[in-house]
């Protein structure tokens, strides 16, 4: 099926495709052609749209962390909001939106206390507009508490879990 003639003219090339209005503008076209999933990268860039029956969660991967900014891609650990007694850091909320500890209300936790973490552990998805954020640790240690429950509404640089490095 040619989308050509729906997608708008863009005479700048480097465009990127995590623009908001060409992810609207996807996000359309898949629900105006029924489509389920739609899978682009650009350069190093990749974003990867699925849908399904209520339940089935929405996926998108980041791009990897070289290719944006440390700040906006990737959850950051803050040691200044750690208690004076322990050297905990946290994985804070890069997005608003709904927390969800699990990708699917059958499947198990992404991650409980205890667990081992690198820097690319899926820790939770954050969903919002429709799309389900994976949220990677960002940093490696043992998860020691999660702050917030499923459901949870979220704001950007809410604490999520506490890590012990």
Known sequence: MNFEKNMPKDKDKETSIF???RLRELIELMQEHELNEVDLKQAEQRIRLRRGPD???VTYSAPPAAAAPAASSAPTA???????DD???YILSEAV???YSRSKPDKPA???????VNADTIVCLI?????????PAG?????KEVLVKDGDPIDHGKKLFRVEP
């Open 78 to 84: 803050s040691a200044d909001a750690a208690p004076a």
């Open 55 to 57: 339940g089935v969660p």
């Open 87 to 89: 050297n905990s850091v």
């Open 110 to 116: 992404f991650v409980k206390v205890g667990d081992q």
């Open 127 to 135: 969903e919002a507009m429709k799309l389900f954020n994976e949220v």
């Open 19 to 21: 623009d908001i209005s």
């Open 139 to 143: 940093l490696s240690g043992t998860i």
């Open 97 to 99: 939106g709904t927390f």
